[in-house]
Each structure stands twice: as C-alpha cells, then as structure tokens.
C-alpha cells in the first residue's frame, strides 16, 4: 500500500557526537521501505511502524524542509537512509529525494547519503553542487554477491550496480564509500567474503569503509528475519536461536580476525576505515576532508 500523510517536522536531531556517520540531523521522507531487507532494525516495535511494507510519503516534506533550515543557525550534516531508502524504487517516479537535495544545497548545507539504490546517480548534478560544502553517499554492502544480496535485499538494486553507481558517482569528484553492516553471523562474516567487499569498493573509488560486524535482534524485527532464514536458508534460525537466544545484538564469528582482516585489506588498497566528516569553516580555513 502507498498512501500520504502529513508530517509535523521532517529533520530530527542525532545524538551527539555521532562518530560513525558525522551526522548532526536526520531526514525521512518516507516511512515504510520497498527494499525489504530481511534483516532491517527499522520493523521493530520501538519504531511504531506497524507494516513495514506500507510506503507513507510525507506529502509536505519539501515546505518543512526549507521551513526547518531557514530556521538553524548552526550548519550540520543531514542523514538520510535511517528509517526508509532516500533511493527505493518510488522515488524514481515521485523525485521527492531528489526536491530534498535542491533545498538542502540552496541552504548550502552538508548531507550525507546511505543508500541501497544505485538511482542516486540520477542526483550527480546536485550533489556536485551541495559538495560545494560537503556531500557524502554511503552504499550499503555487506556481501560481494549479487545472488546473495538479492535474497537478502530483495528490493534493492544488485550489488554489482551499487559498485557501478559508486564509480560512476566517485569520477565525479563525490566522495563517495560504503557502509559494511550488517555482517550476518554464518552468512556473511567469512575472510573471503570481507576481503571481496574490500577489493571490489576500493576498484570503484571509494574512499571509506564502515563496518559492523554483526546484526541487531529484537522482538518483530527478530520474528521476520527468522521466518526469512528458514525460506532462505533452512535450519539458520535454529543456529541463531541456540547462538544468541534473546540477545540484542548477534555477533559475527571471530570479531577480532575479521577486523584484522578488513584492516590488512583496507591498507593494502588505500581505503580508510571510517569517513572523513564534514568541518564548519572559520575565517581563512578550508575543508579538510583527511
């Protein structure tokens, strides 16, 4: 089901300091996601989105959105990707990210991007513009398999396009890198698969990688990505269940190899493990993005 509805804010402050992402506020334009990762947090009770499936778009985005930065005094980066994909299947025709960015670079300000959805190339041209001050985008990818991720994500774009996205926005000058998480415990956190994601990225031009090696568990959350390993992948929830019982957060095996893993590989081609944030300017200073 697509419906509208009204929002009351759009931007909401991040706990500070946000040292993974550099992120000062958060922007969802909708609520409810077409990619339907099994594993996705966002289906959790705390959240109050009651079907996940449901796409609300929040049909006064655009006015609240200018109301909200004309009003902050003090520039900081705005996150997309935290309840929904700024870059699902919808946004192609309703463009409603893409009228989002040109608000948020006539405000000159920053905004980092996480994404699935290889679209977000369609917006070069405003990000370009917005990097003016600062713009990152974000791919997610935690398997170098497009067969993989297609079970997983089932309504993302594959994986091979993200990678081409990424180079193509990369040649642009965007700076651009991708966020490794989650790492699914028996499923996704073997060397090879880490190294493959490393080298793969760093072909593309990225510039960081963020990892997470495990994946959080919680009531509805943990109910649907149970029912999906067992069509998946028969007898995992069972290796979950007796791993992790009830337990928040499912760690990958071996956390401490793997990390040295990612580590000697992302050396080895000249990644960073973690993203450059954006600075404000001072009088006669310049961006440092390193």
């Known amino acids: 089901m697509i419906s509208q509805i009204s929002a009351k804010t759009l931007l909401s402050p991040v706990k500070q300091p946000d040292t993974w992402f550099g992120l000062s506020y958060s922007m969802n334009l909708y609520r409810g996601c077409q990619h339907q990762c099994i594993y996705c947090d966002s289906r959790s009770e705390c959240y109050r989105i009651e079907n996940f499936s449901d796409i609300l778009i929040k049909s006064n985005a655009i006015e609240l959105l200018d109301a909200e930065l004309s009003h902050k005094r003090k520039k900081g ?53 917005i990097s003016r001050v600062y713009a990152a985008v974000s ?35 965007i700076l651009t890198g991708i966020t490794m998480m989650p790492i699914l415990p028996f499923i996704e956190d073997g060397e090879e698969n880490i190294r493959n994601i490393v080298e ?32 998946l992948f028969p007898g995992y929830s069972a ?13 990958a095996r071996d956390i401490p190899r793997l990390e040295y893993v990612f580590r000697e590989n992302c050396e080895k081609h000249g990644v960073k493990m973690g993203m450059p944030f954006y600075q404000p300017q001072t009088s006669g200073s310049q961006l440092a993005l390193f």
């Not at 980066?77 to 929904?84: L, P």
């Not at 989002?100 to 994404?115: D, N, R, S, W």
């Not at 793969?200 to 009531?219: H, M, P, Q």
């Not at 290796?239 to 928040?248: E, P, S, T």
Request: charged share 25%; net charge positive.
């Open 239 to 251: 290796k979950y269940r007796l791993a992790f019982g009830n337990r928040y957060f499912a760690p």
């Open 139 to 173: 791919f997610t990818i935690t398997t170098a398999s497009d067969e993989l991720g297609k079970k997983m994500e089932p309504g993302a774009s594959l994986v091979s396009e993200r990678l081409a996205a990424l180079e193509s926005l990369s040649s642009q000058g």
């Open 200 to 231: 793969k990225a760093a072909a593309a031009g990225a510039k960081y990688i963020i990892a997470g090696f495990g994946v959080t568990l919680r009531d509805r959350q943990r109910d649907y990505f149970y029912h999906y390993l067992d069509k």
């Open 77 to 129: 980066t705005i996150g997309t990707g935290s309840m929904n994909d700024p870059y699902m299947p919808i946004e192609n025709k309703l463009k409603l990210t893409r009228r989002a960015l040109e608000v948020i670079a006539l405000h000159a300000f920053p905004v980092h991007i996480i994404t699935k959805g290889a679209l977000v190339e369609r917006d070069a041209d405003i990000l370009r513009e």
